[in-house]
């Protein structure tokens, strides 16, 4: 473990407190929560499992009705956004009614959902009528066969489906991300861009992190960085840098040729995101995670199975937790694993 608990120089004035408000050691407000609701999945993307993965058994993981009290928790504490996602979300029996009471609480200005898009097809409407208010779909190749390899299971032509299902049923600026990987799908950098463009959908680029062994690849060897992700996208569309920020690793660029269209950067080696970090999430364990790069963390699954309903206990232990945050993460392209807990585990 390597979390930089050092403090930079933070003035109190830059950040808007209220009594309710999640603010952690470093004076960052924490507002955006992000959930895995399981660990399982459809498929078996090699930069994120192992091809012979164990899921965790059913008794370990929390279930519907916890991961809703710890939502509710959080959105009184003044998270205005939650993301569910996995392992693939949309696996998790019951997850469209479990979307329905989180977009219902009152205060929270945003649920997103992450996916894999196999299952949007059946479930685009439902989840939109539930009251989801954005998606992002994962897709990291157009040739039916590369996404077979890298997804391992994946069809290419139910993703698209389920793209198309997501746009039909009223959802708008839904983000395509794409994992790139040197030597596999980086040829296809400028059509996945045209894609996005045709379907009027953002994309992000994602460098790949040393999350979870695997022995598929070497991460090293397949790392892309961003800035050669958009050198060669500059070759053939005009960029133009835009101020937009997800307060995350994300850094957005907006095209001359279709201005409808962001392309997202995502670059946990590359920038260092940490300053402006206003996130934490939560483990389908019931762990919250205080930094995607860290193991520091605080057992929530304990408290609500010690203390049924106790609210009180719940946001004494998110508190707790909040000061827990490490200033930022030290990933390495290469380097030894770091971080032994698999994406889907993490809730990417
Ligand atoms: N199953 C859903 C999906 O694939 O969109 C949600 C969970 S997945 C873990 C969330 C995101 O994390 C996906 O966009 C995926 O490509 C990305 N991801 C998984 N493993 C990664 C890794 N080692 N490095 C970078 N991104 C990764
Ligand atoms: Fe499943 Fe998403 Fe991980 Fe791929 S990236 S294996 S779809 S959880």
Redesign the pocket.
Same mark, same amino acid.
């Given at each position: 473990m390597c979390g930089d608990l050092s403090a930079p120089n933070h003035s109190s004035a830059t950040v808007e407190h209220t009594a309710q408000a999640l603010i952690d050691g470093f004076n960052r407000r924490i507002d955006y929560l992000r959930m895995s609701v399981t660990d399982r999945?459809d !498929?078996r993307?090699v930069?994120?499992m192992a091809e012979d993965m164990q899921f965790l058994p059913r008794q370990q993981i929390l279930s519907l009705e916890e991961l809703y009290q710890v939502a509710e928790r959080f959105v009184a504490l003044g998270t205005r956004k939650i993301r569910l #996602?996995? &392992?693939?979300?949309l696996v998790r029996q019951g997850i469209v009614d479990l979307c329905g009471r989180i977009a219902a609480l009152p205060g929270l200005r945003e649920l997103c959902l #992450?996916? $894999?898009?196999s299952q949007l097809g059946r479930l685009a409407q439902p989840l939109f009528d539930a009251g989801v208010s954005r998606l $992002?779909?994962?897709l990291?190749s157009l040739d039916a066969d590369l996404f077979r390899q890298l997804t391992r299971t994946g069809d290419l032509h139910q993703v698209i489906a389920g793209i198309d299902a997501a746009r039909r049923a009223g959802f708008r600026r839904t983000k395509l $991300?794409?994992?790139v990987l040197k030597g596999r799908n980086d040829g296809e950098l400028v059509d996945l861009v045209r894609f996005a463009i045709d379907r009027e959908l953002d994309i992000s680029f994602?460098?790949?992190?040393?999350?979870?062994v695997i022995s598929e690849h070497q991460?090293g060897e397949s790392y892309c960085s961003s800035d050669e992700v958009r050198e060669r996208l500059a070759a053939h569309f005009s960029l133009i840098e835009s101020a937009e920020s997800s307060q995350g690793p994300a850094r957005y660029w907006r095209l001359a040729e279709a201005p409808q269209t962001r392309v997202g950067f995502i670059s946990?080696h590359s920038h260092n995101f940490c300053a402006t970090c206003n996130r934490v999430r939560l483990t389908v364990e019931g762990r919250l995670l205080l930094c995607l790069g860290n193991e520091h963390s605080l057992d929530l699954k304990q408290v609500l199975r010690a203390h049924p309903g106790d609210s009180d206990r719940l946001e004494k232990a998110i508190r707790e937790a909040v000061q827990l945050k490490p200033y930022r993460h030290h990933f390495e392209v290469g380097g030894d694993v770091q971080i032994l807990r !698999?994406? $889907?585990m #993490? &809730? &990417?």
């Open positions: 999945c !498929f993307c930069y994120c #996602t996995g &392992g693939e979300p #992450t996916s $894999n898009g $992002n779909i994962s990291d $991300n794409c994992v994602i460098e790949e992190m040393p999350l979870g991460r946990p !698999f994406m $889907n #993490t &809730g &990417g």
